[in-house]
């Protein structure tokens, strides 16, 4: 099966979270001055605009938000993946993310909202960086 | 509260066609433009002001001024999806309100049909930026990504697949009595053409869970153009002005804790009603961007219409169809699910709004008087824009 399209760098942003997926490390980033979680990575905090974020470890456990099935996807990538899912998961240290769920029989029928999910990392054929998807807990 | 006349939609034209090989996108700008004027009964000379998203060939740049030959004195070129064409109206009518200009013209063309342009099916999106980098290897697809939205709908409020159905069924309803849209379903191979029944769509093939096909609009060629004047020009034009009577627009995206079931609307929409003094419950007509069924559902409780979660009971029994009282009528062109889409398909919410309120739809809604339209660009699930305009007639 072809790898899925990846991030392109140079990317200030998003360069450090693709960079801890070689660890299988799912991170994120918590505002020291307002404690705002911030998704997805920047450089300046979304509830009060300071730069002072830290970078956190997530332990990748969450549940699904919403999700749907993807039937028809014209992307090479994709075409030959058969129906696939894509999610909003939302992780418990508060933050919520794009991801799919993955490992399960049938994606239009096994996943449901509400469902309690763990980070995995998908390893590519043709990329250095790892992709973060989740599992059933 | 009085309604202020602030601007009035004086002309408008419509694209006939929805597959045109042997138009470009820019002719298609241009003989919209002359023929709205002509609507109006204004002349070429008399545009002073161009709002255009920039779409079409070489169109970036605000070319399209120099491809009409104008030098108008507003150039505004915003472009935030199918909604543009509602932030146009909007930045119109403040223009004419300070003085800046008199006669402006939006324009739109699209070859989406005739170029193939997967605009639905089309994801994920390739990478490189601080958001594109954290979607690209997920594949999601902007039918997904509204489906997500409808999924989280369904799961916190209740909301049935043969309940966003009726949003289908009532819209090729006034599709059917209009003659350009059914020339638009064979045109683009529709297969089953006629009135829809709930189940029809529900049996129909799914595209990503849960939407179905014939929850999702068409992919069309098209365009056309809407002339916006003056309270003093208005007045002296051919047809009764429809007159803008209050303006709103908003950005909505993806948060940690935010609700996806809430919109852009949600925020454009108190905006516009609070400005034209009119309530939600006054309102004839309700043109809503039909790019999805599940769109339609949840702007109907963000304009007001319904409270949030209930739009699966306010919009059953075909309450929305022209003909029927208790609700206003929706889409009553056919809508983007079986008119036309060329990919921003905002600029004919204005134009049904205003051909229902002059009297000239082919779903005429007797004495309509007050009319919204909302746009809506981009994806729904996550980065989307809003825009909100209350129409009315003298
Ligand atoms: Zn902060």
Redesign the interface.
């Known amino acids: 099966m072809p790898d899925r399209p990846m991030p392109a760098f140079p990317e200030l942003d998003t360069q450090a979270y693709w960079d801890a997926t070689k660890d299988k490390k799912l991170i994120y980033q918590q505002c020291s001055a307002c404690n705002t979680v911030v998704f997805t990575p920047r450089a300046h905090c979304t509830g009060c605009g300071s730069d002072n974020l830290k970078t956190l470890q997530s332990k990748g456990e969450g549940t699904v938000y919403t999700f749907s099935v993807v039937r028809q996807n014209r992307q090479p990538a994709f075409a030959e993946m058969g129906a696939y899912s894509i999610a909003y998961i939302d992780l418990d240290e508060g933050f919520r993310m794009l991801s799919t769920v993955v490992g399960v029989k049938d994606p239009t029928t096994d996943i449901e909202v509400g469902m309690r999910v763990k980070v995995d990392f998908e390893r590519q054929d043709s990329s250095e960086y790892l992709v973060p998807v989740f599992r059933p807990a | 509260m009085a309604q202020e006349r602030l601007a009035a939609i004086v002309g408008l034209y419509e694209w006939p066609k929805r597959k045109d090989p042997g138009v470009s996108a820019m002719q298609i700008k241009a003989a919209s433009i002359k023929h709205a004027l002509d609507d109006a009964g204004l002349s070429w000379k008399d545009v002073d002001a161009v709002y255009d998203a920039g779409d079409g060939e070489g169109g970036g740049l605000g070319a399209v001024a120099a491809y009409l030959g104008l030098r108008p004195n507003v150039i505004d070129t915003t472009q935030v999806g199918g909604s543009s064409y509602e932030f146009h109206a909007a930045h119109a009518t403040r223009a004419i309100q300070e003085g800046k200009c008199k006669v402006a013209v939006l324009s739109y063309g699209s070859k989406a049909a005739t170029q193939r342009i ?1 605009i639905g ?4 999106r ?16 902007l ?3 509204y ?6 709908h369904m ?2 409020y209740g909301t049935t697949s043969a309940q966003l159905a009726e949003i289908s069924v009532a819209t090729r309803h006034h599709a059917m009595r209009n003659p350009q849209a059914v020339q638009a379903l064979h045109d683009m191979a529709v297969q089953n053409i006629g009135e829809l029944t709930v189940a029809d769509v529900l049996e129909s ?7 179905h096909l014939l929850e999702c609009c068409l992919v069309t060629d098209g365009g056309g153009a809407v002339i916006i004047a003056s309270p003093e020009v208005a007045r002296t034009t051919k047809k009764k002005p429809v007159w803008i009577l209050g303006s709103g627009e908003a950005l909505s995206y ?4 935010g609700d ?1 079931t809430t919109s852009a609307a949600a925020q454009s929409a108190p905006t516009a009603f609070g400005q034209a003094g009119v309530k939600p419950s006054e309102i004839d007509i309700a043109m809503i961007y039909d790019s999805f069924s599940i769109t339609v559902a949840v702007m109907l409780e963000d304009l007001g219409f319904c409270k949030k979660g209930e739009a699966g009971a306010y919009i059953e029994g075909g309450r929305l169809r022209y003909d029927r009282p208790g609700a206003p009528a929706l889409n009553t062109d056919g809508g983007g699910l079986s008119s036309n889409h060329p990919g921003m398909r905002g600029i004919f919410l204005l134009m049904e709004a205003a051909r229902q309120l002059r009297g000239e739809s082919t779903s005429q809604v007797p004495n309509a008087k007050l009319a919204v339209a909302h746009g809506n660009g981009g994806f729904l ?2 980065l989307h824009s809003g825009g909100t305009i209350i129409l009315g007639a003298d």
Do not use: F, K
């Open positions: 997967p099916t089309g994801g994920g390739a990478g490189g930026s601080w958001s594109t980098n954290m979607e690209a290897p997920y594949g999601m697809t039918i997904a990504n489906a997500m939205v409808a999924q989280r799961a916190q093939r799914m595209i990503a869970d849960p939407l993806v948060t940690n804790t996806i699930g996550s």
